[in-house]
């Protein structure tokens, strides 16, 4: 099949795509929670006569098709929200307080949607397998995915995914060969001294103080121990004790992350991190505990052959002019555990376009989405999908 025929039939159901799209906007459910969500993927696969695997994951849906008789390959979609409290201008706006599609998972579930339905028409030689996902917000739900076999049975050969892309207009691609996205990891840090009344601080040990002291003592593991060249981030984002002027607390808690392009380069940002906790602290007379609480997410890894591959299907798509190749981003991304086990590329889709206001970063409650972008990115599935299986 031709890639601009694809493209032509992708258009055709922008509608079909941008309603999947907006109903999900409505109604966006956090990690793990996305009932509702699975159930209108499930009915519109329905729909579609496609079979499916339910529950994976916990609330994920394993969709595929095909005879059989070729290689497999994956395309996944995340489907979680986030806990922000929408503020965009839309007339579709989130009905859920307090939560928001504010990182474009629910394109990322419609174009997929899109993708299958225009797969279902076709004759398949090998295996094309969906992949709609829980929990990509630190809840790891691609580890879950691929531990409870959604690459297997038949063998994924590639896997592909699309996040939308607010940093880049309408229209475009981008991507990377190799590390693409950070490994990433969360810090909680609790440093325990002992309280009592600020004018006798002879009698107290002042965990306010030494915690000060380890937050500026973080910063030199970036500036002074990292190769300049080398990426990483140690961020702390939280500090938290005390509540009166006149009191020196108990305990303050300071949460943050550590970031790498590597796993090596993770494990030691959270060694030295650990490290400088208990020393300055000790040198402070506290008690440090430090934890990396939930799941450490790999680096997402662009096999540079599929990335290759991607790339040459999108330029014949969109023209080379629109296909970028982008530096490393240091935000984390759980398609890393699907491309720990097997090939795969992980592609952004630009959806900025001033003109409609849509200019806001993900992760923030202005985030709004140009969605003439849509049709673009179920095209892009079914072409990585029908052009692998050509190879
Ligand atoms: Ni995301």
Redesign the pocket.
């Known amino acids: 099949m031709e890639l601009a025929a694809i493209m032509n039939e992708s258009e055709s159901i922008k509608d079909w795509i941008i309603d999947i799209r907006r109903e999900l906007h409505r109604f966006p459910e956090l990690m793990y929670e996305e009932h509702r969500t699975n159930a209108l993927v499930r009915e519109k696969l329905d729909e579609l006569g496609i079979e499916y695997e339910f529950p994976i994951a916990e609330t994920g849906v394993l969709a595929s098709i095909g005879n059989g008789e070729g290689p497999c390959i994956a395309l996944r979609a ?1 489907m979680d929200a986030l806990p922000i409290h929408e503020t965009a201008d839309v007339d579709f706006k989130s009905e859920v307080d307090g939560k928001m599609h504010a ?3 629910d394109c ?1 579930t419609a174009m997929l949607l899109g993708a299958a339905k225009i797969l279902s028409g076709k004759e398949i030689q090998g295996t094309v397998k969906f992949l709609f996902q829980p929990a ?2 630190g809840g790891a739900g691609g580890q879950k995915m691929t531990n409870e076999g959604a690459l297997d049975d038949p063998e994924v050969e590639r896997i592909f995914g699309l ?1 939308v892309w607010p940093r880049m207009p309408t229209g475009q691609v981008g991507s990377r060969a190799g590390s693409f996205l950070a490994a990433a990891s969360f810090m909680d840090i609790e440093v325990r001294g002992v309280g009592g009344h600020a004018a006798s601080p002879h009698f107290c040990t002042d965990p306010v103080l030494a915690s000060s002291r380890i937050i500026d003592s973080l910063q030199s593991i970036v500036s002074r121990e990292t190769d300049p060249l080398e990426s990483a981030v140690v961020s702390v984002t939280a500090v938290n004790g005390g509540d009166a002027h006149n009191v020196i607390p108990e305990s303050v808690a300071i949460k943050g992350t550590v970031r790498s392009l590597t796993m090596e380069g993770l494990r030691r940002l959270q060694t030295r991190v650990s490290e400088i906790c208990e020393l300055v602290g000790q040198a402070n007379g506290c008690e440090v505990d430090v934890a990396f609480p939930g799941n450490d997410y790999p680096p997402t890894y662009n096999d540079p052959g599929t990335w290759d591959f991607a790339k040459g299907v999108a330029e014949t798509l969109i023209g080379a002019e629109n296909v970028n190749e982008l530096p490393p981003v240091m935000g984390g ?1 759980d398609f890393a555990f699907y491309t720990q086990k097997t090939n795969g590329c992980f592609v952004v889709l630009g959806v900025n376009n001033p003109d409609k206001g849509c200019v806001h970063n ?1 992760h923030t409650p202005q985030f709004k989405v140009d969605e003439d972008a849509l049709p673009l990115g179920a095209a892009l599935h079914v072409s990585f999908a029908l052009e692998s299986l050509n190879e």
Do not use: A, Q
Request: glycine fraction near 10%.
């Open positions: 995340d990182c474009g998972h990322h990509e917000e996040h991304e993900v």
